[in-house]
């Protein structure tokens, strides 16, 4: 074997290994939630349905879930019953949502824990802690019951939890924003000198 042989196998070999560090990387950005979605691609299902395949391509799955995610939320309290996204309908976010956090609000039953959110999303007990994100979203921290909650400008909750570290993953959301903020500032800063 060459020099030019074991050049092209080292070459090749660190190119492998910065790919595989970017994916580490973007796996550490990601919500916990995308998180599962990487580790699904490791794992078929038994029935070989392959879990992050495009809903149309899913054995019957398809129309039914583009019906779902076209479908209005259901409301409460004249709001929609949670937030949706791109990937997900809003009655799928709150099912993953109680699934985790039911516990952490008592609550019975899923529409119990609906009602439970809402009502801490929507009429925070006196003395919550709240902030206003640029996007209309709004932060909330009852120090009292060590609940966090996320809640869009429509009245649709996003989370409602009680973080691990209680009043600390409040100061850190305040902080992130406040740098967000202060790093928009600098942007419009910026794009007004280079405008002189």
């Avoid at 038994?46 to 939320?73: C, F, I, N």
């Amino acid at each position: 074997m060459g020099w030019r042989s074991v050049w092209n196998a080292a070459a090749v070999a660190a190119l492998g290994l910065a790919a595989l560090s970017a994916c580490d990387q973007r796996l550490a950005a990601q919500p916990a939630r995308e998180h599962e979605a990487f580790a699904a691609l490791e794992q078929v299902s038994a029935s070989g349905v392959d879990p992050l395949a495009p809903p149309a391509s899913r054995s019957g799955e398809g129309a039914a879930r583009r019906t779902e995610a076209s479908a209005p939320a259901r409301k409460i309290d004249g709001r929609p019953m949670w937030s949706d996204n791109r990937r997900y309908s809003a009655e799928e976010n709150a099912r993953y949502q109680f699934d985790r956090h039911a516990a952490e609000l008592g609550a019975r039953d899923f529409d119990d824990f609906l009602v439970k959110a809402h009502a801490f999303v929507n009429a925070p007990p006196e003395g919550t802690l709240s902030l206003t994100r640029a996007n209309g979203d709004k932060l909330l921290f009852d120090p009292k019951s060590q609940l966090f909650g996320m809640v869009r400008s429509d009245g649709a909750p996003r989370t409602v939890f009680k973080p691990e570290t209680g009043k600390a993953y409040w100061d850190e959301q305040v902080a992130e924003e406040s740098g967000a903020a202060g790093r928009s500032r600098t942007a419009r800063t910026a794009e007004r000198e280079d405008r002189s």
